[in-house]
Each structure stands twice: as structure tokens, then as C-alpha cells.
């Protein structure tokens, strides 16, 4: 087994919801071992700059008493919050944040990368990857943007009256979803990345797919992706 | 066990040869089962454009004659041959190629990325998704180049001396790969991909990490973990 200490940025006292992430790592890839944690007095989980910046420090302090012993550790927030931070911390340690492994994974499929989100910003390693978007939410296109290199951020959407994965539940933010996959489809995009973790355990990505026709990454799931490639570094 | 088809585009009837790869991805990736066919009279495999125009049909022959009942059809070689016709002619099939693999997941470790390969030219699917190389092999700046976007290819190198795997296999084969990785982090690179399947079978990227400071991507190790990616998304 494959041992990994996932961080959760959301502080819950729920054993259910803190093992979300972990749980579905599991069922999905029988080969990894998942241990969940979240860092404390974050009740509201990330989604501010302000929020990150408070949460960083808690996310190294997190991961070096508790994990500093793990095979890889996660940052379970398509933000990558704390990231490079735990990388200088623990030299050596495989470190892999939801957004980043869902952006590489995308890249796979299309060079026109859309984002599904919660946010109206895209995660930063889609910006650091790919550029700014193309066009804005409403569809117009971005004066900022450059489609000089080859891939190129579609659009970041955040679906009509979705605020939070809450939003996602009911049947009106499920068909919100199921409509930006199809704007950005219609856009160009290629492949469509979820901009949020928390969509992962929705299970909304295979909805999105058969709605837009687009192969859609799941931010929690393609995380796992790169942990079986740690592993099997390892092995050889 | 995810069962999938590996085709080799080397023509050999060396049983050993012909499973390296497929034998290599069971070891790595418990879970996966491989069985590997080669299309005919390639005997030199590719490594020339009339090479490619010749083995593709050959490719879409064998992937739907042999591996039309698989889980997921690997194409080994970094080039990408025949991997969108594979995917034109068995609609729903996930089909990889080892160069769009280990192109996608290098972006994860840089957005610099640098290639030791056994070719002049860098394989498609890197200049597709990344553009053309920065520094040509000598290390001079390239014309045709721009780093206009976020993601560089820096350079292609071909180690000195080094025209087949073959050649990786003495001593100054071996020492000409870890100069060029040194090379590559001299020139910028924060991550290397191989440029070629044959690299994986002599475990030349863990010196080359080694020797460089830098992650050394495996074109076959990259196509496992997309496999286990596809697994995942069958399993929920």
C-alpha cells in the first residue's frame, strides 16, 4: 500500500465529510491508503486571498507533525494552497496539489482547457499553466488574455447561483453545471477541469460529460492519478 | 485488473523485447494487466515521418483486430503514432500515446520543460501542447521559438554519441544522457521527459534525476498512471 496524508482546508469535526476525499481515493484506487486531516479554525474553507495566506502556515504545520512520515502528501483544494511551502519544508517528500494534478491531467486530452468552478477566478496553477482565460464569464473576450502559446484557458465558469458546493445538491445547480460545460463546449474548449474539489464528491463530472460530450477531470481523482505514478516509481 | 492492449511499433518476435513495456507497467501498476502486440514489418520501428505515414494504418489494424475488447489501448512509442485515428476508429475506447503522457504530466513538475531523446526533433506532442523548442541542440536560441506563453519547452537534446537505445547501454551512452540532463538544467528546465519508450526499459531516469536534481518523467510509467486514471473514473 501507498500511504498518503491528505489535507483538508475546510476544518470539519464531521468524520464523514473530513474523509471524503480520502474515501473516494480509495474506492477508486485500491492501491492507496489515504489518511485525512484538516487544519484547524477554517471553518469556511478557502476562498479568499486573505483565507489562503491564513491558511498557509497551517497547512506546513499540518503536514510536517502529521505526515512528515507519509509515502506523498495532498493539498485537497484545487487552490494549491500551501504547496510550494510544504515542497520546502519536507525535501524530498512527493507533494501534489488538487489543482495543478487537474490541469496537467486536462492537458492530456486538449490544448483548450475550460474550468468549472466555485470561484470567479480560475485555481492559479490553470493560470500559471495556461494564461489568463480567454474570455470572461459573461462570454466577452478578455483583453488580458493571450493565446499566443500553444494551450489556452477557455474560460473559467462559475454555473448561474452557485456560491458554494451546496448549490451544487439541488436540481437547479446541478442543470447550472451541466449548462457551463456546455458554454465552454461551445466556446472551443477541449477538456473541462473542475475548479473545485468539493464537486468531486457530487459526482458530477460523469453528468458534465455526457451533457457536453468534453472528457472532464476531476481535481480529487486526477491527484490519485499522480500518486499511482509516485508509487510506481518506487516499485521499479 | 484493467486489462489493456500495449502496441509496440518496434516489429520483433523476441518475446522478452516485445513485453519490456507491458512487463515494466505490471510491475510498476499492480493493477494493471497488459498484453502487448507489435504491428509488422517495422523492423527498425520510427524514427523518420515516411516511418509514421507507413506503421499508422498498421497501428489502427492491430488496435481494432486485437484490443477492440480492452479496457484501454496504449500506443509505446513517444512519437504518439496513429493515436488520434486509434481514437477516430474505436469511438469510447481511451486510447493513450506515451509522448502526450509524459508531456502532461511533466507540466505538473514545470512549466520549463526539457527532453533527452534519441531524435533531432522533439516528438509531437510536446511541441503541440508546449511549442517549439527555445534552444536548438547546440544551445543556441531558437528563431522560430517564442515564449510568449506560460509553458517553455526549453530544449530537445540527443545525447552525443547516442542514436538508438542502444547506445544508451555502454558507459558513455549512459554519461552522455546525464550531461544532457545537466545540460537542461543549466539551460532552465525544471523537469525532463524522456523522448523515447526505449529510455524506460534501462532505468536511465533515475540517475538522470539523480545527476540533474531535476524529475525525470517515463514516457511508459506516464501512459500507467492515465491507465489507473481511467480504472478510477470506471470504479465510482
Not at 496537467?104 to 480560475?122: M, P, W
Amino acid at each position: 500500500m501507498f500511504d498518503i496524508g491528505l489535507i483538508r482546508v475546510l476544518t470539519s469535526s464531521d468524520e464523514t465529510l473530513l474523509n471524503a476525499h480520502g474515501a473516494l481515493l480509495e474506492k477508486a484506487y485500491p492501491g492507496l491508503r489515504v489518511e485525512s486531516r484538516c487544519i484547524p479554525d477554517q471553518p469556511e474553507g478557502i476562498h479568499s486571498p486573505a483565507m489562503e495566506a491564513h491558511a498557509v502556515p497551517k497547512i506546513v504545520e499540518l503536514a510536517r507533525t502529521a505526515f512528515a512520515h507519509k509515502d506523498m502528501i495532498m493539498v485537497s483544494c484545487a487552490e494549491d494552497p500551501g504547496v510550494p511551502q510544504v515542497r520546502a519544508a519536507l525535501p524530498g517528500m512527493p507533494v501534489i496539489g488538487a489543482g495543478e494534478a487537474a490541469a496537467a491531467l486536462a492537458l492530456k486530452h486538449s490544448e483548450r482547457i475550460g474550468i468549472v468552478g466555485i470561484t470567479d477566478k480560475a485555481p492559479k496553477a490553470y493560470i500559471r499553466m495556461f494564461g489568463a482565460p480567454l474570455y470572461d464569464a459573461q462570454g466577452e473576450r478578455n483583453a488580458d488574455a493571450s493565446d499566443a502559446g500553444p494551450c489556452t484557458l477557455v474560460a473559467n465558469l462559475r454555473p448561474h447561483g452557485v456560491h458554494s458546493t451546496l448549490d451544487l445538491m439541488d436540481d437547479e445547480g446541478h442543470a447550472a453545471c451541466l449548462a457551463s460545460a456546455r458554454a465552454l463546449r461551445d466556446k472551443g474548449a477541449g477538456v473541462i477541469a473542475l475548479g473545485c474539489t468539493g464537486m468531486a464528491t457530487i459526482g458530477i463530472a460523469s453528468a458534465m460529460e455526457r451533457a457536453s460530450g468534453l472528457p472532464v477531470v476531476d481535481p480529487v481523482l486526477a491527484m490519485g492519478a499522480f500518486a499511482c505514478f509516485e508509487a510506481a516509481k518506487r516499485r521499479l
